[in-house]
Each structure stands twice: as structure tokens, then as C-alpha cells.
């Protein structure tokens, strides 16, 4: 089943959302609601959404 990871570049105001699986995820996650640091920047974005 898929679900949804989300991912910010503050410096650049950039918004990522990706629709993931435990394989394809780009971060890894240790902790709830604690920020990843991307490990596969090739993942393929659904869109992007500029603020």
C-alpha cells in the first residue's frame, strides 16, 4: 500500500510530496514527527508546490 512523504527545501521555498512505499521512501524516519534527512534525491516528484 502507498502512502504520502513530504518533504521542504525552506532555503529555496520549495514543497515535495511524493507518494512512497517503505522501499521508495527518500528519508529515513527513527522517530515520529521528527525531520529525515533525504537519502535517495533520484524519487521521482507528483508535483510541486511553490509558496
Known amino acids: 500500500m502507498n502512502s504520502w512523504e513530504f518533504s521542504q527545501d525552506k532555503e529555496n521555498g520549495w514543497d ?3 507518494m512512497t512505499n517503505e522501499a521508495s521512501e527518500i528519508g ?3 522517530e ?3 525531520p529525515s534527512t ?3 534525491l ?3 516528484t507528483d508535483w510541486i508546490t511553490k509558496r
Do not use: S
Open 32 to 34: 515520529l514527527e521528527k
Open 16 to 18: 515535495f510530496v511524493f
Open 28 to 30: 529515513e524516519y527513527t
Open 42 to 44: 533520484t524519487t521521482r
Open 38 to 40: 533525504p537519502i535517495r
